[in-house]
């Protein structure tokens, strides 16, 4: 099946920092890419659509000018927290829509653990 | 907005049935699935139902919607220990890819 990869899987910074969060789908191309914030026991929200070539879909209530998000290539998305804080610490989980493929299905990536100290 | 629910957990026996419930408030939600998380694992689509079905059955897997009450579950025959994760349910209405998911379930077998 279709596979997705996120680079860091586990990231520590210092509070004020800015971390980069890479998706990217290894064997197919995708026009579209989702964001996605988990926390403990509460269901996955969705921050923002990443479309490639054009300005990321934020969700009410997400910062666009703290989570900067790149969809330079069919198959490379990322996720930038500017300036991070201990509440930013949490799950981060992005998913791609196969441009070729069944456009009912997502693939998602294992996720990236952010701790903001 | 759309409000999906599940319960946090579900302990079974092994070897027993899982039944893993979900409701949901938007009634012209299209796609409904199912998702598995493992630790450390991405998600997994394990099964989806459109929402003229009232029944899917997948080797193990058995989905059960009911519109009427706005209810879908996911049946686990035979539960192994591999089964062992966070299952969470998912809706998509007809005319965007976004995803409005439940807070999912954790599944926990006993021996």
């Known amino acids: 099946g279709a596979v997705v990869s996120q680079h860091p899987s586990r990231v520590i910074c210092k509070s004020g920092t800015s971390v980069k969060i890479e998706c990217r789908s290894l064997?197919?191309?995708?026009?579209?890419m989702f964001w996605y914030r988990q926390f403990p026991k509460q269901s996955l929200m969705l921050m923002a659509t990443s479309n490639e070539g054009s300005k990321a879909t934020y969700e009410q209530g997400v910062e666009k000018d703290k989570f900067l998000i790149n969809h330079a290539s069919l198959t490379l998305s990322t996720l930038t927290v500017t300036s991070a804080h201990p509440e930013d610490s949490s799950f981060y989980i992005c998913s791609a829509r196969d441009s070729g493929g069944n456009y009912n299905e997502q693939f998602f990536g294992p996720g990236t653990r952010l701790t903001v100290l | 907005g759309e409000d999906v629910e599940q319960s946090l957990f579900l302990s079974v026996r092994e070897g027993d049935s899982s039944v893993i419930n979900c409701t949901y408030t938007?009634?012209?939600?299209?796609?409904l699935y199912w998702y598995k998380q493992e630790p450390g694992a991405g998600l997994q689509l394990l099964t989806y139902?459109?929402?003229n079905m009232d029944m899917k059955q997948d080797q193990r897997l058995t989905v059960l919607l009911n519109k009427k009450d706005k209810h879908l579950s996911l049946r686990i025959a035979d539960t192994q220990t591999g089964d062992s994760a966070i299952y969470f349910c998912?809706?998509?209405?007809?005319?965007?890819?976004?995803?409005?998911w439940g807070a999912g379930t954790k599944l926990i077998i006993k021996p």
């Open positions: 998912a809706l998509r209405g007809d005319s965007n890819y976004q995803l409005i």
């Open positions: 938007d009634s012209s939600s299209t796609y």
């Open positions: 064997d197919f191309q995708a026009t579209t």
């Open positions: 139902i459109f929402s």
